[in-house]
């Protein structure tokens, strides 16, 4: 099995920047066939997808919304997936959850098995 905890979220005003991490622990992420994705769901909203990476296939994509602001990386040495996110806006604002897959990342919610907790950013205006 995999956990994920993530961490990093806060608030923040338009403009700014944060940088959220999720640590995953369990035997499947160690052997680099995990497809790491982020998402995020505001109030009264679906879980919309953000970003995701699978390290097997060289896989990144992003939600249009956050192309050019939000990058996805991740540190296989240090289990960890990092969402810079950049200029951000109030629409931003949600709680933001780490995912985990096997096989090639996907922009699809149901595809992931593995959850974290969620962590909340909110952009003030």
């Known amino acids: 099995q995999v956990q994920l905890v993530e961490s990093g979220g806060g608030l923040v005003q338009a403009g700014g920047s944060l940088r959220l991490s999720c640590a995953a622990s369990g035997r499947t992420f160690s052997n680099y066939a995990m497809a790491m994705g982020w998402f995020r769901q505001a109030p009264g909203k679906e879980r919309e997808f953000v970003a995701a990476h699978s390290y097997s296939d060289g896989y990144t994509s992003y939600r249009n919304s956050v192309k050019g602001r939000f990058t996805i990386s991740r540190d296989n040495a240090k289990n960890t997936v990092y969402l810079q996110m950049n200029s951000l806006k109030p629409e931003d604002t949600a709680v933001y959850y780490c995912?985990?897959?096997?096989?090639?990342?996907?922009?699809?919610?149901?595809?992931?098995?593995?959850w974290g907790q969620g962590t909340q950013v909110t952009v003030s205006s």
């Open positions: 995912a985990a897959k096997t096989g090639s990342g996907t922009y699809y919610v149901d595809q992931y098995a593995y």
